[in-house]
C-alpha cells in the first residue's frame, strides 16, 4: 500500500494506519462504519479505546494526503459520513481501478477478435502489480483481500498467457509458465496451458510429464484426479489431435476496399 503526490512518495505511517486507508480504498468511493473500520483491522479483538485510535489514524491520513489543508477548513479526500469515513479521488489514481477497466475491457476486444490488442491491455494491466498485493498490512480485512487480488491477477495472467498461445509465442510462454505453475501446484488451469505451451513447441515428452506431476501432487495433496479439461487435454496429445497444432498467426486486416481509388489510365 503505498501513494504517491505527483512524483513525491508519500509516509503513510504505521501498518495499521496503511490498513485503515486501505479499507477506506476498497469500498470505492462508499462509506465505511466505525464498527466496519475496527473490525476490518482487529477482528473479534480490538483493543481498548479501538474507537479513538481509529480516529488518530484518520487524522494523521488527513494531514498526509491534504498537507495545504488549513485549520477548520473542511477535509477533501478522507471525509465524514455518516458514523464513519469515506474516501474521494479523481478517477483513475488508484492502480487497481485501471488494472479492472484495463482487464474488463481487454476481454471485450479478445472477444471481438482483436487478439494483438488485447495481448496489449492485458500486458499494461500486469505491469501495474508489483508485488504481494497489500504486503504487511495486519487485520483481518488486508488478509482476505491479499486472496481475492492474487486470484484477480492469477486470472489476468491466464488469460494473458492464452493469448500468447494464440498469437503463437509457445516458447516464451512455457517458459513463464514453467515458473508460475510451480508456484502454484494444484492450478489446474496453469498446468493446462503450460501442457499446451509445451506440445506446440515440440517439447512434447515435457508436456506428458507435466501432466504427470499434477496428477500425483493432486493425489497426494487432495486425493483427486484431474479435471476434465486436464485429463481431454491429455487423451489428445495422446492420440496425437491434429487440433492441437499452433493456429496460423491472425493476418493484419487488408485494406478496405472502398478506400482503394481505381489506379489513374
Request: charged share 25%; net charge negative.
Amino acid at each position: 500500500m503505498r501513494a504517491w503526490r505527483g512524483e513525491k512518495e508519500l509516509a503513510l505511517g504505521s501498518p495499521q494506519q496503511r490498513a485503515v486507508l486501505t479499507a477506506l480504498l476498497l469500498r470505492r468511493g462508499r462509506p465505511a462504519s466505525i464498527d466496519e473500520l475496527i473490525d476490518a483491522l482487529w477482528g473479534e479483538e480490538p483493543p481498548s479505546g479501538a474507537v479513538t485510535v481509529l480516529r488518530t489514524y484518520v487524522s494523521r491520513l488527513r494531514k498526509v494526503l491534504e498537507p495545504g489543508r488549513k485549520a477548520g477548513q473542511a477535509p477533501q479526500l478522507i471525509v465524514s459520513a455518516a458514523d464513519g469515513y469515506l474516501v474521494r479521488l479523481p478517477q483513475d489514481c488508484l492502480d487497481l481501478d485501471l488494472f479492472e477497466r484495463r482487464v474488463a475491457e481487454a476481454k471485450k476486444l479478445r472477444t471481438g477478435g482483436s487478439l494483438g490488442a488485447a495481448d496489449e491491455l492485458l500486458h499494461a494491466a500486469l505491469e501495474l502489480w508489483d508485488g504481494k498485493p497489500l504486503a504487511g498490512l495486519p487485520g483481518p480485512l488486508a488478509e482476505a483481500e491479499r486472496y481475492r487480488l492474487d486470484e484477480q491477477w492469477l486470472s489476468a495472467s491466464e488469460t494473458h498467457l492464452d493469448l500468447g498461445l494464440a498469437l503463437g509465442r509457445h516458447e516464451e510462454v512455457a517458459a513463464r509458465l514453467t515458473t508460475l505453475a510451480a508456484g502454484h501446484p494444484l492450478r489446474e488451469r496453469l498446468h493446462e496451458l503450460l501442457m499446451l505451451a509445451l506440445y506446440r513447441s515440440g517439447r512434447q515428452a515435457e508436456a506428458l510429464a507435466a501432466f504427470r506431476e499434477i496428477r500425483t501432487t493432486l493425489a497426494s495433496e487432495l486425493g483427486v484426479e484431474p479435471g476434465a479439461a486436464l485429463a481431454d487435454l491429455h487423451a489428445r496429445m495422446l492420440s496425437g489431435d491434429p487440433s492441437l497444432r499452433a493456429p496460423a498467426p491472425p493476418q493484419p486486416p487488408g485494406p478496405d476496399p472502398a478506400a482503394v481509388s481505381d489506379p489513374p489510365p
